[in-house]
């Protein structure tokens, strides 16, 4: 058995799990509260540092979810709230920093003046997103969050009668639940942005859930399932990209006055959407029963058959 040293440190399979549940809260959390006062005061520094916030309340999210039946029940649900509101003040803020991104390094044409136009307008949202952050900051000090994460750390225990079981007896009845979720979803395609959108997510927990328990696998459950499932994962945001920029657009424009808005973005959100459609139908065809069979199978043979739903 391989040991994980991407994530958690080194952590031997015959770890015991709540202690694996201590570094994963513990090391994770560090890194959001790390990033918040960069997120909410350094932006201009570095407009990543809301990406690297937003990130790491993810893996904060998904060990708190993964650990749940370890954890202290109020203690757990405070922080698991907080970090959701921590990831969802920095929402606006990355979106518009990602779209000013793309819009500075656009592929389709788009003359100066019209490309002047937009960046001026998305800087003035920008700056109209960034108190959210800020708050968001001075609510984390005031709650004093990291003592309360800390709270959670040390109350972090086995609760059962039997034996504490280790992170290789674990990691696969941990990892299961979400797999088939996975892959329930994704039989589930239809022509909604929805349906894609929820395979995405699914997938997504999948991923966090693989980086918190592969200590738990041999060292080729990380060789042979990543590169399978980032493919995957790959296509669905970039479809994901097209769709949440159409609502953007969207969204910008009807809390905008007409005159103020920028008819370039109108031309864009047109461009977004045959993207989206071309992308999500070239998924759809990509994404054969054979190819999600094969993918099941490889997950199934490091679960060890813990009745994985068949694909239809």
Not at 272 to 293: G, L, N, P, S
Request: proline residues 4%; aromatic residues 10%.
């Amino acid at each position: 058995m391989g040991k994980n040293t991407n994530w958690l440190g080194t952590i031997e399979p015959g770890h015991p799990i709540s202690e694996v549940a201590k570094e994963a809260i513990s090391t994770r959390s560090a890194r959001m509260l790390e990033y918040l006062p960069l997120a909410a005061n350094r932006w201009k520094e570095d407009v990543e540092y809301v990406h690297y916030l937003r990130t790491w309340s993810r893996r904060t999210q998904a060990a708190l979810q993964l650990f749940a039946t370890l954890l202290p029940l109020k203690r757990s649900t405070l922080v698991r709230k907080a970090t959701q509101k921590l990831r969802k003040a920095g929402g606006d803020a990355r979106d518009l920093d990602v779209f000013t991104r793309r819009i500075r390094k656009a592929k389709f044409v788009i003359g100066d003046d019209d490309k002047a136009e937009v960046l001026t307008f998305l800087k003035g949202l920008r700056k109209a997103a960034q108190p959210a952050l800020v708050q968001a900051w001075e609510w984390a000090k005031s709650e004093d969050l990291a003592k309360k994460f800390e709270g959670v750390v040390l109350r972090t225990r086995w609760r059962e009668v039997a034996e504490e079981e280790t992170l290789q007896q674990m990691a696969p009845t941990l990892l299961e639940p979400l797999v088939v979720r996975f892959f329930h979803f994704s039989q589930m395609l239809g022509e909604s942005p929805e349906s894609l959108h929820q395979m995405r997510i699914e997938g997504k927990k999948v991923r966090y859930a693989m980086e918190l328990v592969e200590g738990g696998f041999p060292d080729c459950f990380r060789e042979e399932l990543y590169p399978a499932f980032e493919e995957v994962q790959s296509k669905l945001g970039a479809i994901n990209d097209h769709h949440m920029a159409v609502e953007k657009i969207q969204r910008w424009q009807n809390e905008t006055a007409t005159k103020k808005f920028p008819a370039f973005l109108l031309q864009l959100a047109d461009h977004e959407r045959i993207q989206f459609d071309e992308k999500a139908e070239a998924f759809r065809v990509w994404w054969t029963e054979a190819r999600a069979q094969e993918l099941k199978e490889r997950f199934d043979r490091y679960l060890g058959g813990l009745g994985l739903a068949p694909i239809a």
